[in-house]
């Protein structure tokens, strides 16, 4: 079984910043990827953005500029920096893996952002 441990949500104001992190452990076997996902209320879940092991990024269109995705690969954690927050910024974030071996795709419980003033 893979946990993944996510720490770093909380209350900011617009424009401020938070860091996620993203603690990953258990069987394994070859991270193809890590990322961010988020989903506001009654709304679906979304990319935010993803980094493959050769540290290729993906970002949602609309975050780019704003958020950055970065990896420690001997820590098998993956972090979000997220700068000039917006209300609408606000959702649960969940932190995804990807195991390339297996095919296997694994969740965080989520933490919670909350932009507002």
């Known amino acids: 079984q893979v946990q993944l441990v996510e720490s770093g949500g909380g209350l900011v104001q617009p424009g401020g910043s938070l860091r996620l992190s993203c603690a990953a452990s258990g069987n394994i076997f070859r991270i193809g990827s890590m990322g961010w996902y988020r989903q506001a209320p009654g709304k679906q879940r979304v990319l935010v953005a993803t980094?493959?092991?050769?540290?290729?990024?993906n970002y949602a269109d609309s975050l780019k500029g704003r958020f950055t995705i970065s990896r420690d690969n001997a820590k098998n954690t993956v972090y979000l920096q997220m700068n000039s927050l917006k209300p609408e910024d606000t959702a649960v974030y969940y932190c995804?893996?990807?195991?390339?071996?297996?095919?296997?795709?694994?969740w965080g419980q989520g933490t919670q952002v909350t932009v507002s003033s």
């Open positions: 995804n893996l990807f195991d390339s071996f297996f095919g296997s795709r694994y």
């Open positions: 980094v493959t092991s050769s540290n290729s990024t």
